[in-house]
């Protein structure tokens, strides 16, 4: 069974940058699409940057221009990054590392980010 291995996040003041990673613990045939998602606290999670097959990308427009996702696959395993820069106190959330393949989604098992003021 694929699972989905994170690391990074933790605390950080405002303006601050944070890196996540993911990785797969096999290659996951037929990926299309590979990111994160987040839930706020008291909130529901939503998707916050996502790359598909073909390298486009999506973003929450509130992370627009601030966060940046890179995605890798390789025969070993696919990989994803996200660059979190001028981090803000909304930020703060637990963050998913999301991938589907067209069958089934895999989440991570979730990263506390938090930002304080």
């Known amino acids: 069974q694929v699972q989905l291995v994170e690391s990074g996040g933790g605390l950080v003041q405002t303006g601050g940058s944070l890196r996540l990673s993911c990785r797969s613990t096999?290659?996951?045939?037929?990926?299309?699409?590979m990111g994160w998602y987040r839930r706020p606290p008291g909130d529901e999670r939503e998707p916050v940057a996502l790359?598909?097959?073909?390298?486009?990308?999506?973003?929450a427009r509130s992370v627009q221009g601030r966060f940046t996702v890179v995605r890798t696959d390789a025969q070993s395993g696919n990989r994803v990054e996200l660059q979190m820069d001028d981090l803000k106190p909304e930020d703060t959330a637990v963050y998913y590392c999301?991938?589907?393949?067209?069958?089934?989604?895999?989440w991570g098992q979730g990263l506390q980010v938090t930002v304080s003021s």
């Open positions: 790359q598909r097959n073909g390298g486009a990308t999506s973003y």
């Open positions: 999301y991938a589907v393949d067209g069958l089934q989604n895999y």
């Open positions: 096999e290659k996951i045939y037929g990926l299309n699409t």
